[in-house]
């Protein structure tokens, strides 16, 4: 089964600094990754997602991630964090039609 | 085009007593998760259904969990009876297969305190 792996439990960053938040990935073909937000109290926002061709995918509030088969990983990045990007941040893996299994999340806090 | 929508918002209820939480997802996707979120165990994926029916429910924790899906657009979590460590935020979850490509798209949560 797949399964996700995200290293940095919480990160700070000062704010308008740039952000790479990291996700690994364990499944035995290309799978499809995403990369969801959560604010406090409120549910998951879907922020981009990878199914295939260019591994550099943009996504909303001006995230990007990029796909690295070698690495099994699909890091998620922000040239310039704002105030309002604190939240928990998850990466996600899914096989075709199967079920999502989620990261344990990744928490940003913005340094003013 | 309403999203997944989840009630109760909140709960609050006593330690025995009987919970159940209600998932409406979007009109025409056919397969819904639940997941439960705690601080310890992060996002947990506790059952799938594909077109009401259950293809996964390793995740339920013990016999006090159920979970059914009568039809296209109505789904339950029930505990009974629940204790405090049941005290999580229950996400319902819904995807079109076909056209969204997996896409899953959340609910804004349940949030459930046994005392």
């Known amino acids: 089964a797949q399964s996700v792996t995200q290293p940095d439990i919480h990160i700070t960053v000062s704010e308008g600094a740039s952000l790479e938040l990291r996700c690994n990935y364990s499944y035995g073909a290309t799978p499809y990754l995403f990369w969801y937000v959560q604010s406090p109290g409120q549910g998951l926002q879907l922020l981009l997602k990878?199914?295939?061709?260019?591994?550099l995918v943009q996504g909303i509030k001006g995230f990007e991630a990029e796909f690295k088969r070698s690495q099994s990983s699909f890091n998620l990045r922000k040239p310039s964090v704002h105030w309002s990007d604190a939240a928990e941040y998850f990466c996600?893996?899914?096989?075709?039609?199967?079920?999502?299994?989620f990261g344990a999340g990744t928490r940003l806090t913005v340094k003013p | 085009d309403a999203g997944v929508i989840q009630s109760p918002r909140h709960e609050v209820t006593e330690m025995g007593q009987e919970v159940t939480l209600r998932c409406k997802p979007i009109?025409?996707?056919?397969?819904l998760f639940w997941y439960r979120q705690t601080m310890m165990r992060g996002l947990e994926l506790l059952i799938y259904f594909n077109n009401n029916v259950p293809i996964d429910d390793s995740g339920m924790p013990e016999d006090r969990f159920s979970a059914k899906m009568p039809n296209a657009s109505f789904s339950t979590l029930k505990i009974q009876p629940s204790e405090p460590r049941d005290s999580a935020v229950y996400f319902c979850a819904s995807r079109a297969d076909r056209t969204s490509g997996n896409t899953i798209y959340f609910g804004e949560g349940s949030w459930l305190t046994v005392v």
């Open positions: 009109s025409g996707h056919n397969s």
């Open positions: 996600a893996v899914a096989a075709y039609n199967n079920d999502m299994r």
């Open positions: 990878y199914f295939s061709g260019d591994t």
